[in-house]
């Protein structure tokens, strides 16, 4: 699809430190197969949070802390024809916090309300908010992130049971990281480009995702073009090049790409990822008691003849933690039951009180 509109030095920014995050996210959770994940959706998350951790966040979002909440209200606020976005936060009553955090805090609402918050800003997408809450939360913060494109045209199905693309973007792209890829993206009139990417089998996920960075980048770039086609006049991995008689038109090539229908969804645990703790740290410095941090993400995505729909959520709650023992000395009494012994089992109560019902003879192995 044509780009439109004009980037700003700072929207730039955000785009590159988004792909960059991305990138480092997949490599540090060992991602790269999962079947949906919004790397995005955590980092618009953490952005909006930046002005609250203790420590600048350049290395980890690829922007300071200011220009990061910047990039994130600019995000939030700015319209979209199929992007949905949206931050928000909830403190329970009687919480008090000993700074001001950089996004709105509402009430605590039940888990009835928190599912209606993914639902309503996932256009029905993701229907249960990934957290479920319990006596010790105390604070809940989340991003939700929608797409859902259509294709301009609808793909047919073809014989062998794969949407057929005769449009849209089709090259066979050479790159560093994983040889020749075939590259197919649909034509869509509503702002999103999804590009399908295969390398040859035995290459890596890992190196695959590397390939369809370089693919993005290069098409952006001006350095790769519809049609483009990198590896000769030789079938391919992924690919076949014979001579078809073509009726009424000029001599050309004639592009086809068979794409698979397919839905996932997954949950992630993203507590682990690059930059939760930095900016969790921040989070929970604001409350009074001892607490801790968890932050987990629910995606869903789909592709079909008419388009591509996905959705995340991703929360991250901060829950009173659990006190930790103190020291203090006692006997250490330990009772062997390592040699053939008996169990009786005794009713206790009304009636039956005191009555063995089953005993049995044990002997260990």
Not at 4 to 23: I, K
Not at 219 to 247: K, N
């Amino acid at each position: 699809m044509e780009k439109s509109g004009t980037q700003t030095p700072l929207s730039l920014a955000a785009a590159e430190a988004v792909r960059r995050y991305a990138a480092t996210t997949r490599s540090a959770l060992g991602s790269a197969e999962s079947p949906v994940i919004s790397y995005a959706g955590l980092w618009l998350l953490l952005a909006s949070l930046a002005p609250a951790a203790e420590t600048e966040t350049d290395e980890i979002l690829g922007l300071n802390k200011a220009d990061a909440r910047a990039a994130a209200l600019t995000l939030l606020e700015a319209p979209h024809p199929t992007i949905g976005a949206a931050v928000a936060g909830w403190l329970r009553s009687g919480v008090e916090l000993t700074k001001g955090l950089p996004i709105v805090l509402d009430p605590l609402p039940d888990q009835a309300g928190l599912d209606a918050w993914a639902d309503e800003h996932t256009r029905g997408l993701i229907k249960e908010f990934p957290l479920e809450l319990d006596a010790q939360t105390l604070l809940v913060l989340a991003s939700a992130l929608v797409v859902t494109p259509r294709w301009s045209e609808q793909l047919e199905q073809g014989e062998d049971g794969l949407l057929l693309l005769e449009s849209g973007f089709q090259a066979v792209v050479d790159t560093e990281a994983a040889g020749p890829v075939a590259v197919a993206s649909p034509s869509s009139e509503d702002g999103i480009s999804v590009y399908s990417v295969i390398a040859e089998e035995g290459v890596s996920a890992d190196d695959v995702w590397r390939a369809a960075d370089e693919v993005v980048r290069r098409i952006d770039a001006g350095e790769v073009h519809d049609r483009t086609f990198d590896a000769g006049q030789e079938d391919g991995h992924a690919w076949t090049v014979r001579e078809v008689t073509a009726f009424g038109s000029a001599p050309s090539d004639r592009w086809r790409s068979h794409l698979p229908e397919w839905s996932a969804e997954d949950r992630h645990d993203l507590s682990s990822a690059p930059g939760v703790a930095e900016i969790a740290r921040g989070v929970m410095a604001a409350v009074e008691e001892e607490t801790e941090a968890v932050c987990v993400q629910k995606a869903v995505a789909s592709y079909d003849r008419e388009g591509f729909k996905a959705a995340a959520v991703t929360g991250m709650m901060v829950r009173a933690a659990t006190a930790a023992p103190r020291d203090t000395k006692v006997r250490q009494i330990d009772l062997r039951f390592d040699r053939p012994h008996a169990v009786v089992a005794v009713a206790r109560g009304g009636a039956w009180e005191g009555i063995p019902l089953f005993g049995s003879w044990v002997t260990p192995a």
